[in-house]
């Protein structure tokens, strides 16, 4: 005669012998790897249902991008560049696109680099530090007189002050002192201004 099984505890074919669970599994049976918690899957990693993975992504993101694109991920409506100063928009008088600033660079540095190469450098060791000196006083006389330099009048651009005249002579030596460190031009403010800019009260514009 074939034993009776209790009721509500059945055995699963092919898994070993154990203590019959309250629901009908088997207590005490090993788990298998690749089984996933009910209570683990696919759930987020933040308290508030945020996932720890987009979080950081974001925080790089906006970490690479500046704090502009930063705060308009936020949501906050900032306008456009410009619109503190009392800048339009778009065309003469708007503030000039990052990418046409540093083409204006790349010009005044190359020629720069040629004037040094051909009147001042001995060898290819001092070849830098001239074309640094000459670029900055470059800066200096033409922001400081016309303001703009070759490059940025080949491109459209110019150098004013934020009050919309133009830049007085200290303020033009200083800027360019502060672009000859490089560092400064590369910390950008929500309007597109370089520390350079900000701490010299100028902006650029197109023209």
Known sequence: MTPALPVGGGFAAGCPA????AAGGVRGAPRYRGAVDEH????????????????????????????RAGAEQLGAGLGHRGR???????????????????AAIGLDWAMCTLIAYALLADDR?????????VFTVLAVAT????????????????????HGTRLTFPRAVLRAL????????????RDGRGLHDRLSGAVQVRI
């Open 18 to 21: 154990g203590r019959p669970g």
């Open 40 to 67: 683990t899957d696919d759930k987020p990693d933040g308290a508030d249902g945020t996932d720890r993975r987009t979080v950081a992504r974001q925080a790089v993101g906006t970490w690479l991008s500046g704090p």
């Open 84 to 102: 503190r100063l009392g800048l339009p928009a778009e065309g003469p008088g708007s503030v000039a696109a990052p990418g046409r600033r540093l």
């Open 125 to 133: 060791a001092t070849l830098g530090n001239w074309t640094l000196l």
């Open 143 to 162: 922001v400081g007189t016309v303001g703009a330099t070759p490059g940025k009048r080949l491109l459209g651009l110019r150098v004013i002050s934020v």
């Open 178 to 189: 502060l672009l000859a460190l490089a560092v400064p031009a590369l910390i950008w403010d």
